[in-house]
T-cell receptor, first 115, second 115 residues
Framework: AQSVTQLGSHVSVSEGALVLLRCNYS??????LFWYVQYPNQGLQLLLK??????LVKGINGFEAEFKKSETSFHLTKPSAHMSDAAEYFC?????????????FGQGTILTVHP | DAGVIQSPRHEVTEMGQEVTLRCKPI?????LFWYRQTMMRGLELLIY????????DSGMPEDRFSAKMPNASFSTLKIQPSEPRDSAVYFC?????????????FGPGTRLTVL
């Protein structure tokens, strides 16, 4: 079985400040990890993913995430927030076994960016 | 590419009525996923298909829900009879290939309101 926990359902930052969205996962096999973003009234869009290899993954719009196996974490960061980053962010895990082929999503974190 | 197409974008119906949601995946994608998003339960996988065959329907909430994929270009999710608790946003997503870290591309969703 696999699961994802996103710490903090709402995060608020000022424009230009660091963005940090937290994600911890549980998986019985080496996981594939994803961050998706959802803008209002739209579907989800892939920001970045970790498969194997380099643990620091860079995505679109200046976001990056680091896979830390020892901490079972995959936190999302951006050095400087922009107003356009305001959206809901979902962490997801895909693994093997009975969960193969399926994405399990966290509950989502709503990011608000203040001027 | 047109992306994943869903119709209708909004549906308002009365309790007891049949509801049919439609999805056209991206051409060449052989996996199709149906998700439901609610405030209370977040994003849930309902069912997914591979090459038009249902692989895992363990997320389908009850017998009132059914899904079909008669060909590679079309899938439906039907609710009969509908209930107010079915009100949610329903997303369709598609993916190419058997590798589970390939990106899932999401449609814009259908917002269903059951009165």
């Amino acid at each position: 079985a696999q699961s994802v926990t996103q710490l903090g359902s709402h995060v608020s930052v000022s424009e230009g400040a660091l963005v940090l969205l937290r994600c911890n996962y549980s998986s019985s096999v080496p996981p594939y990890l994803f961050w998706y973003v959802q803008y209002p009234n739209q579907g989800l869009q892939l920001l970045l993913k970790y498969t194997t290899g380099a643990t620091l993954v860079k995505g679109i719009n200046g976001f990056e995430a680091e896979f830390k196996k020892s901490e079972t974490s995959f936190h999302l960061t951006k050095p400087s927030a922009h107003m356009s980053d305001a959206a809901e962010y979902f962490c997801a895990v895909s693994g093997g076994g009975t969960s193969y082929g399926k994405l399990t999503f966290g509950q989502g974190t709503i990011l608000t960016v203040h001027p | 590419d047109a992306g994943v197409i869903q119709s209708p974008r909004h549906e308002v119906t009365e309790m007891g009525q049949e509801v049919t949601l439609r999805c056209k995946p991206i051409s060449g994608h052989d996996y199709l996923f149906w998700y439901r998003q609610t405030m209370m339960r977040g994003l849930e996988l309902l069912i997914y298909f591979n090459n038009n065959v249902p692989i895992d329907d363990s997320g389908m909430p009850e017998d009132r829900f059914s899904a079909k994929m008669p060909n590679a270009s079309f899938s439906t999710l039907k609710i009969q009879p509908s209930e107010p608790r079915d009100s949610a946003v329903y997303f369709c997503a598609s993916r190419r290939g058997t590798v589970s870290y390939n990106e899932q591309f999401f449609g814009p969703g259908t917002r269903l309101t059951v009165l």
